[in-house]
């Protein structure tokens, strides 16, 4: 009733309490439209339905700015700048991503997806609009959750520095994906506790003005406040206390399941499609990794917000005890964690997906590798198949790790191997060890990984043959198959197959003994080429006459791609693969 | 007197509160000697001398681990562990490093020098403990400058949450490298003016207990309350207050400048070498921007605590006002920052050191360009004529950034060059810029650079020629000349000489037409081989006849080179390398 005469927010400021209320009703269903049929984040958009109405209310969106923190929790403000098709009319769902894109509207400022950026992008956009004296708002929106990683503490901080009109919403839901941890989730509920009152308030401590909303879902309180904030001179926080999942009781039950969701039916709440696979690395990795703490209690697994990636569900997580951290949405923590513990004579485990380690470049070469410390990673979803949203791809790992002096990044193809190079990993005390998690389902070999992993850079022969050789990295490895049978099939051509299974370096033994009977040598591997494994490659055979062939994914900007599209437009496909093989060889 | 009998802790636990007096002026001579003769960092190890001995008076090393913050002022800490001939000594001064170093002392744990560090690897150093059951103290010694990084944050935010013993020494002496920036300080300096007892308490509000000490340089004052957290059974911060440069006159009263020195003549505090030269990228730099700002008044330059690697000594600071921000030592905001003012019209410049930048790949990757939003960056001391210990090697970011989609970064190998890109990236609005500074001082081509640099990817062939041709990136373009001149004199070949300019792209055109009369192309770059400019061209070259030979540092941990010889050692000398192209074309 209300909600089809929303095309932007100048039609919210025409509505009155009452009719907001109404609105907010049939917001929550719009989303549950969208989200049943299509999955996404749900607790948290539903958290902030009265939030991101007020917030249009008071303030003048483009003019004023609002800057969403990860942004899942945007579809309420997509709906009210012009969006709302996107979850109304089961058509246009794919229209409108999950996440902001100044692509789509000019009341987002940044295609995001990273936890923590918001305060500090903010405070670039303010900067920008003291310099040129201008006089909107600029908002930023962050969750509890967000406040655990560094990149957020360093925008407040800056903002308190920087002392002009700022207003940072902190909504607080008591939530990360799973429960917060972290010594300021105590002052977060001392000040929810106080209504905002008590002395010792951390955001004051930072330098800012401060404001606390106690029922972040009644709308009256959320105008009045957000109103006495608009056009402030300084920089403020404004502390709102809000429901995850509100309006839709099995979300308010579950947060953490209700977190991000797969279709659902909407009566009941239940998955479309029942998700009862356990054959997952993520799974599998968590029941190994428990029967390790039982065995020995120098184990411990490590996660910086995402506990089911590394296969630990709240029952598994309750079992481990002291033995499973979780250091909240704070990556490089994590990895430094993790050297230290090494260093001081645990067996530490963190598993993170591919698009987060980029947090820790820096933690894994000075925290970690420098020091040579034994920890061990494990990446997931690094993959053409993994997440594929511009702000969650999994395929700039290798370039990143793979440069790392002391780093052993490891990629197997098999089950068998993955977990002999677990169990390797944790047990050696010589190297910081990552493994490239397959992300395309668990495949077994049937035979037993019997390799010393201990000696570094010795790539696997699979098959010997001749004239052409395919060193087929992780995942890949059984396209490299394909391409192998492909080409003995219809061409004749016996390739060499090789599982190189370490990424961080060349095998110089073999591939020297590869220039005798071969012309060419292919390289597959699940990433961007640039930096990549194949690279490394072709510059061993650069002087020499061997020729070389990199198949992987070329460097550009991805978004919601289809992965076999993808796979096709860069040939890798076993019959493009054997198409350029036959052209340089005959 | 005191100090020839101080072999290890256990010598200073003998001693009174008067004989440790002593032994402080004792130290600051040793040091003094040290530092005045090898240069290092002055400032920050004064300030802490009474502080250290206190510590090891109080906890019993190695068992009690400490864990000093990027450890440039771990000197005295040195000093007490058995090392102290390492500043005694003039013969022995190289035997000891600046930073903390496992292979020199079981009192050390961890190579450190990046900031913000100590507080997440003590925790790891603790998880251990706490799972091994032992009950030794773990203790971080964190500068007041080094809170600003949000690696810190996550540290004290985990440690609030681990809720065991971890003792937190925060060395509030005011200052990062220059002043300290962030609301956070705000709050330091009401703890110090009311002698911790303030209620709104940053560290209480992060969920730590705490402890002042007003005046750090009295002995009683920190045996005492170092006593009292011994043995604690939860995480506690000290905040000690201290004068940085304690005891030496000239260096209490300049702090910014005796934050890190050349060799000076203990006197007076003079260099002992005049560094009057002018003549450097950082200078010419700062010139340049100072002078845009006040062209244009949305110029904003933009540094993570080391204002001086930009050119922005103080008395330009001042100048620059509003338009020069220093976010502290918060290197992720820098970027985002950066990208937040490009996004609201702005034009950010970010001048920071390659090894620092290795703690922005994400925020580079996300915040920046995935937006395509066009900042500048500028990387210093990005050479094997960088800095070269182990902790701040700068031949990583090639392969950092260069695989980042929607990046641009170029190499230029003259001043005229530098400018021009600098001017351009400045001016246009289409990509987010990096440009990598040359490290081997300011070389003049004496011609105008007119190229247009909107058309990326186009490399410069600055001399035509057939069968090799030398692609030479950046400061090593020189290292080229001097190759294709040797080549002409010595062997009658004349090379084709290519100035790359685009680290981030192939010329494809180019590439393929150097197919036609060329044998062998090889590339130089000033950075690590892996991931780096050279593997893109072997890469293109692989399915061809041209043979590539790419030259660079070979990847492996570097600490305390003689550039020289690394560069021999890497064949990276116009005789080895014209020793290498002829064997291969001959």
Known sequence: MYLEKINSPEDVKKLSIDEMKELSFEIRKALLNRLSEKGGHVGPNLGVVELTIALHYVFNSPKDKMVYDISHQSYVHKILTGRKEGFTNLEKYKTISGYSNPDESEHDFFKLGHTSTSISLACGLAKARDLKGDKDNIIAIIGDGSL???????????????????????????????????????????????????????????GLDYYYIKDGHNLDELISTLSKVKDIDHPVVVHVHTIKGKGFEVAEKNKEQWHWGSPFEIET?????ANTNTNTYNNLTGEYLLNAMKEDK???????????????????????????????????HAVALASG???????????????????????????????NNPATILVYSA????????????LFDIGLMSNIPNMVYLAPAFKEEYFKMLNWAMTQKEHPVAIRVPAMGVIESGVEDTTDYSILNKYQVTKEGKEVAIIALGDFYQLGEKVAMKLSKENNIEATLVNPKFITGIDEELLENLKKEHKLVITLEDGILEGGFGEKISRFYGPSNIKVLNYGIKKEILDRYIPDELMKKNRLTDIQIVEDIIKIIK
């Open 148 to 206: 655990s990683g560094g990149e957020a503490y360093e925008g407040l901080n800056n903002a308190a520095e920087a002392g002009t009109n700022m207003i940072i919403i902190v909504n607080d839901n008591e939530m990360s994906i799973a429960e917060n941890y972290g010594g300021l989730y105590k002052n977060l509920r001392e000040l929810r506790e106080s209504e905002g009152k008590c002395e010792c308030n951390f955001f004051k401590a930072m």
């Open 269 to 273: 709440g239940k998955p479309r499609v």
């Open 298 to 332: 120098n184990v411990v697994a490590i996660t910086a917000g995402t506990p089911t990636v590394i296969g630990f569900n709240k029952e598994r997580r309750e079992i481990a005890g002291k033995q499973f951290v979780d250091v909240g949405i704070a990556e490089e």
């Open 341 to 371: 513990i090494a260093a001081n004579g645990g067996t530490p485990v963190y598993g993170v997906n591919s698009t987060f380690l980029q947090r820790t470049y820096d933690q894994l070469s000075q925290d970690l590798c420098i020091n």
């Open 383 to 394: 993959s053409v198949y993994g997440m594929n949203d511009v702000t969650h791809i999994g």
